[in-house]
């Protein structure tokens, strides 16, 4: 079995296994706490006339709010559990999902013939990827943007893992959400925090902006505080006159 294979059977059950409803999920937070502390970034340095493609969008609750400001969003996953869970999640059909692979660049091709030039939205899915995949994805994903689409990514940095690491290891032991995701095998990869810019740049694209966010979570800590975890963001573009 390879690592993509082992990889997809562990987001299948996950997605088939977790709990319906908001907040679930243990990256599920409220997106006036995740998409919208990014749309701005977005707005700035995007053509919103583009589609957007949410990229691993999981069962869509980021991809829904960015439905509102964009003309035509589409939530992409390798899971086919997550596409179903976002399907039925969006009782108001506000956006489309589909199935896709990252990884499978006929597939992506295909999706940029249908498209056109898109922005992406990457929410926290590079340092879940397979190491040796990260490089063709990241290949993938400025073929989607074309001549004049814009790329936000924003990654756990790599200090999350220690934040991870004593919400794990707490007297009680890991929260439900988190005992979710280890139950099936996800664990977080190792990014540094350099190799997202250092991955674009290879793929002939510049960083238009970057910068730190707390990317929320759906846990809170001992002092009733929202547990957030630190992170990276860049815009990043083909054309971009300045990185």
Request: hydrophobic share 45%; aromatic share 6%; net charge negative.
């Amino acid at each position: 079995m390879t690592a993509t294979s082992r990889n997809l059977r562990a987001w299948e059950g996950f997605w088939r296994a977790a709990p319906t409803g908001a907040g679930q999920v243990f990256w599920d937070a409220d997106p006036a706490l995740t998409a919208a502390r990014h749309l701005p970034l977005l707005v700035e340095h995007a053509d919103t006339g583009l589609p957007l493609v949410d990229l691993g969008c999981g069962n869509g609750t980021q991809t829904r709010y960015l439905a509102g400001h964009f003309g035509r969003v589409l939530g992409l996953d390798f899971s086919a559990a997550a596409v179903a869970r976002a399907r039925a999640e969006d009782v108001a059909g506000v956006a489309e999902f589909r199935r896709l692979d990252a990884a499978d660049g006929a597939a992506v091709g295909a999706l940029h013939d249908e498209l056109g030039d898109c922005n992406v939205y990457l929410r926290g899915v590079l340092h879940q990827c397979a190491a040796g995949e990260r490089f063709r994805i990241a290949g993938h994903i400025a073929a989607l943007l074309g001549a004049r689409g814009r790329l936000f990514a924003v990654e756990p940095s790599a200090s999350a893992k220690e934040v991870l690491r004593t919400l794990a290891q707490g007297p009680a032991g890991p929260p439900a959400t988190v005992r979710a995701v280890l139950a099936h095998g996800i664990t977080p990869g190792e990014l540094p925090d350099a190799e997202v810019p250092e991955l674009l740049r290879a793929h002939g694209l510049r960083i238009v902006a970057c910068g730190q966010l707390p990317l929320a979570t759906t846990e809170y800590g001992p002092d009733g505080s929202r547990l957030d975890l630190p992170s990276h963001w860049v815009m990043a573009g083909p054309d971009a006159e300045t990185g």
